[in-house]
């Protein structure tokens, strides 16, 4: 099994997108896919003035690390990148890129919504709210949403394939 090429970081300055991948497609041969998602802060119709993100910095960086890996075990990626923000972020800003880089769109997609969805529901990171009426802060709660997201795609590994027949032979339907 070929090595990916990974970068996992937690930090509270900006980042640029275009020079973190070409930073990491740099070397890597037999590139056709290269799927960037970026989350940005909301300011959710006006009202909130900044998120306030806190994590354990060492499990957070393990837990995105871990999540990767998984991602890299199940498609054919050659490269992988998630930076996440913490510290004080406004709206407008970046919290969070992954990159996926693979030979193939459907693998550098899947893997890269794959990465999101896990780090919604898994990683140890916490948001508050700083509204811009000045009430109280207050702790952003999990959706049940980003439950389902990640819920879907433990079902899928899950799901046996399905036996067909085909002109008397049995075949198996891959989903």
């Not at 099994?1 to 020079?19: G, L, N």
């Not at 690390?65 to 498609?75: D, K, L, N, T, V």
């Not at 913490?86 to 193939?104: D, K, L, N, T, W």
């Amino acid at each position: 099994m070929k090595a990916v090429k990974t970068r996992i970081a937690v930090q509270r300055q900006r980042f640029d997108v275009s020079a973190e991948t070409e930073s990491l497609i740099d070397g890597l041969g037999d590139v056709g896919a290269i799927v960037t998602f970026v989350g940005l802060c909301r300011d959710e119709g006006g009202w909130l003035e900044a998120l306030e993100l806190e994590h354990y910095p060492d499990m957070a960086e393990g837990e995105i690390g871990r999540i990767a890996g998984e991602a890299s075990a199940r498609w054919p990626v050659q490269a992988l990148s998630v930076i996440h923000r913490s510290g004080r972020i406004a709206p407008g800003e970046e919290i969070v890129v992954v990159i996926a880089v693979s030979a193939h769109r459907a693998a550098a997609f899947n893997a890269a919504e794959f990465i999101m969805d896990f780090l919604k529901t898994d990683a140890p990171f916490w948001k508050k709210e700083h509204l811009v009426d000045g009430s109280p802060k207050q702790w952003v709660e999990a959706k049940e949403a980003d439950d389902d997201a990640r819920r879907r795609w433990r079902d899928r590994a899950s799901a046996e394939p399905e036996p067909i027949t085909r002109g008397g032979a049995k075949a198996i339907k891959s989903g």
